[in-house]
């Protein structure tokens, strides 16, 4: 295969590559990192790094506690990252911008704190509407909050096309349905879901709308403030790791008047108002939901890479992300005996494609791959239930993002003909 040039690139996409150090890599054998598990993690560009390590350099210190000039620096180095995100998603406010550890620690706020919130509160009786194709993050909570208060948990199932299967929402999402929890774009199938019309359905019921966002927010653009009312999610969860920003700091956005509702996660420093030996009261959002010394420098790493993405422009970045998954889904359908997983039409999904070649396990797929040079994922990818849809028990997914060229896509491709006269197929 040749690379040609793609309408819906980023522009200078090779200058952009640049600013990604890994990407120069040679790995053992002499062979060029192809990196195509940006699903699981994108790489960081030298603006997150220089920000952290100038933070750690010349700044470090608690914040919202220390007296001092290098207390002050961090705490303003802090919330900045805050408003970085607020504008990033569109939030109406800032303060609805609540930092964790990752996306799967917001989404567990959330479960668990709908357990004791008042009228929000989940109990015998209510309903917890899921997805078949949802990451294990945003099942496992809703399980265990189902199981703890009683409530039954219900779910969409999947068409074999790979779409939510949406004849049933009126049958699904009652007027006994507390929460309705789904996925924005599906890191297995790659389905780009419609949030708008299940948060609708949802809203008509006075049901919460919970969206895990850490496959969209890397690739889609999000203006929540642009959302209509009804359309807009309640709660919604993402992980800076996916969004070129460094692990350990995640995002939980919620509508103000929903996060005023929830009752604390956890209880410890800085998410207090007063502490008395008989009780205490909470500071408001966002720092009743950030006890103790929250990850700093995580965090501003987290500003520099939205603020990174927005200066790119998230238009720009999901067209390149449109126009590079159809390349790679033309090229995949080339390979003999390759089923893709999911929906086959670039415009309708995400980069993450999961796929098969019959008479090899992912993991061999992905093995010979790595010695190509090539980074791909095999096995599950945290979502048993979506393979179980399909009667696979893994798959390889190759994942691309906003320095993936065509090239690589090439070398992807062509590993995998490798990898078929590897294993002496037919």
């Known amino acids: 295969m040749t690379s040609p040039e793609l309408p819906g690139l980023l522009p200078e996409l090779e200058v952009v590559r640049k600013d990604f150090p890994i990407l120069e890599r040679v790995l053992a054998g002499g062979v060029p990192l192809v990196y195509l598990d940006s699903a699981n993690t994108s790489q960081k560009p ?36 805050r408003d970085k995100v607020a504008a990033f998603i569109g939030a109406p406010e800032r303060d609805e911008v609540i930092f964790t550890k990752n996306a799967s620690e917001a989404l567990n706020l959330a479960a668990n704190t709908l357990a004791w919130a008042g009228d929000r509160q ?29 409530a039954t948990l219900r779910w969409f199932g999947i068409t074999d096309d790979g779409h939510l299967d949406l004849s049933t929402i009126d049958d699904l999402i009652t007027e006994r349905t507390k929460v309705v929890a789904v996925t924005w774009v599906s890191n297995m199938l790659g389905t780009i879901n419609p949030i708008a019309e299940i948060a609708r359905r949802a809203h008509q019921v006075g049901a919460l709308v919970v969206v895990d966002a850490s496959q969209a927010a890397p690739q889609l653009p999000i203006d929540l403030a642009a959302m209509p009312e009804d359309e807009r999610p309640d709660l919604m969860a993402f ?9 350990g700091i995640g995002v939980l956005w919620g509508r103000r008047a929903v996060l005023d509702q929830l009752p604390p996660f956890l209880g410890g420093g800085e998410m ?42 998230m238009d720009a970045v999901h067209a390149h992300e449109q126009a590079i998954t159809a390349y790679a889904l033309d090229g995949l359908a080339t390979v003999p005996g390759l089923t893709i997983l999911g929906p086959t039409d670039a415009a309708l999904r995400g980069g993450a494609i999961a796929f098969e070649i019959d008479g090899v396990h992912p993991h061999d797929i992905a093995q010979v791959l790595d010695s190509r040079g090539v980074a791909v994922r095999a096995g599950h990818h945290c979502a048993k239930p979506a393979h179980a849809r399909f009667g696979v028990q893994s798959s390889t997914r190759m994942s691309s993002y906003l320095y993936t060229t065509p090239a690589e896509i090439d070398a992807l491709v062509d590993g995998l003909e490798y990898t078929r006269s590897y294993f002496k197929l037919a």
């Open 272 to 313: 207090i108002e007063t502490v008395r030996m008989d009780g205490s009261t909470y500071a408001p959002i966002p720092h009743k939901f950030e006890a103790g010394t929250p990850p700093i420098v995580e965090a501003i790493g987290l500003g520099a890479a939205v603020e990174y993405l927005g200066h790119l422009g």
């Open 122 to 150: 989940v109990g015998p009786g209510d309903e917890v509407v899921i997805t078949e194709m949802e990451h294990h993050s945003n099942i496992v909570p809703w399980q265990l909050l189902t199981q703890r208060s009683g």
């Open 46 to 81: 030298q603006v997150v790094i220089d920000a952290m390590v100038d933070h750690l350099e010349r700044h470090n210190a608690n914040i919202a506690r220390a007296m001092h000039q290098l207390g002050a620096e961090s705490t303003v180095a802090f919330e900045a990252a």
């Open 239 to 247: 992980t800076g790791h996916k969004v070129v920003g460094p692990t």
